[in-house]
């Protein structure tokens, strides 16, 4: 493993701007594909954005299959091995946008 890999794997365990310590988990290639296809963007004729759908699906399966754990009240997992209803709850919308950035970022596709 390059220094890179273990200074990446290393921020298993990190602290969300608010201070909430948080701990990801590396996810399946199926499972990072399975997340990335949800979001849909449509352009218009002009080739613009014009609208994009599914984005908070796409942020809240993320946080399901990257987060393994954290200072949550009752940190669990579902028999499929995904974060409960309980912990998303738990979360404002700035955690989650951020968490989902560090989950993206953990997975380390391609480098």
């Not at 890179?4 to 701990?23: P, Y």
């Not at 949800?38 to 080739?47: D, L």
């Not at 954005?49 to 200072?71: F, M, N, Y």
Request: aromatic fraction near 6%; hydrophobic fraction near 30%; charged fraction near 30%.
């Amino acid at each position: 493993m390059s220094e890179k890999e273990t200074q990446t794997k290393s921020k298993s365990n990190t602290a969300l701007s608010t201070g909430r310590n948080v701990k990801l988990k590396e996810m399946s290639v199926d499972e990072v594909d399975f997340c990335q296809d949800i979001a849909e963007i449509i352009y218009n004729e002009a080739g613009e954005v014009s609208t994009v759908r599914g984005v908070s699906k796409s942020r809240t399966a993320w946080i399901r299959r990257g987060l393994a754990g954290g200072d949550f009240k009752d940190f669990s997992l579902d028999v499929k091995g995904f974060t409960g209803d309980s912990v998303i709850k738990e979360l404002n919308e700035a955690e989650k946008n951020e968490l989902m950035q560090l989950i993206q970022g953990y997975q380390n596709m391609g480098e």
